[in-house]
């Protein structure tokens, strides 16, 4: 018999900030050589989709948001800012949190602190790359992630299911 064994190889890497978040950490968004050769007006985006483990909800503590000029008036096409969801998308259209105004702890800005109802929470930025510090390696946004306890007795969808294995008699 003959095997044939196919040598595919696909790999690829993304200009870009943002990803799967299943730990606790710190997330950040850093000015790269790619985003400086970017015209003016064009968006650089950046999307975390967070899942806490179950039992846990999503706390998040925004440290830094530099960015300038944004438009959160209402989330949408021409949305620039920062834009927090209850969920593990943005498809519902209605963020829990916007933030237009600059986030810089290291001036005593205070920490925009949001936790979630349940055990995800998507972060989405969208921002003009003429909004950004315009200096390589600059991190224009920084997060830390925790997952804490859901307060007891709190009414939410989900949580741990325990079963006993069923057993079924011999015929």
């Known amino acids: 018999s003959k095997r044939e064994n196919n040598h595919f190889w696909l790999s690829w890497t993304t200009e870009g900030c943002g990803g799967q978040l299943l730990r606790q950490g ?6 790269t050589d790619h985003i400086l050769k970017l015209g003016d007006d064009d968006l650089v985006e950046c999307q975390w989709t967070i899942s806490a483990p179950a039992g846990k909800r999503v706390q998040t503590n925004v440290s830094t948001l530099l960015s300038y000029a944004m438009n959160c008036e209402e989330y949408g096409d021409k949305f620039t800012g920062l834009a927090i969801f209850d969920d593990s998308t943005n498809s519902s259209g209605i963020p829990i ?11 005593h800005s205070p920490v925009l602190s949001l936790a979630s109802h349940g ?3 998507f972060i989405h930025i969208r921002v003009k790359k003429s909004q950004l510090p315009q200096s390589i390696s600059s ?13 007891e007795g709190d009414a939410q969808c989900g949580g741990i299911v325990h079963v006993s294995p069923v057993g079924s008699p011999s015929v």
């Open 97 to 107: 949190k916007t933030q237009c105004a600059k986030i810089d702890t290291t001036f």
């Open 119 to 121: 055990g995800e929470m």
């Open 139 to 151: 991190s224009f946004f920084v997060a830390t992630v925790e997952f804490i306890d859901m307060p």
């Open 26 to 31: 710190k997330i950040a968004a850093n000015v």
